[in-house]
């Protein structure tokens, strides 16, 4: 799977943000830990990752992120 380098450092948060506190973040949280100004833009960079198979999402769920072979 091919990730830009900006997917890699989001992909990395997440799991650098499991590690730390036991559960995913919120786009939220992705977003103010990158400076993004709007939650949209985290949001976009989770699909990307969904899309290419790093992330399992879970619909309706703040946290439904779940890094997929970790």
Known sequence: MELTDR???VLGFI???????????????????????SDNAAE??????AKKGALRLTKGVSRGIAVIGV
């Open 7 to 9: 997917q890699a450092q």
């Open 15 to 37: 799991k650098a943000f499991i590690s730390d506190k036991g559960y995913p973040p919120t786009r939220a949280e992705i977003s103010k830990g990158f400076g993004f100004a």
């Open 44 to 49: 976009e960079h989770v699909k990307a990752l």
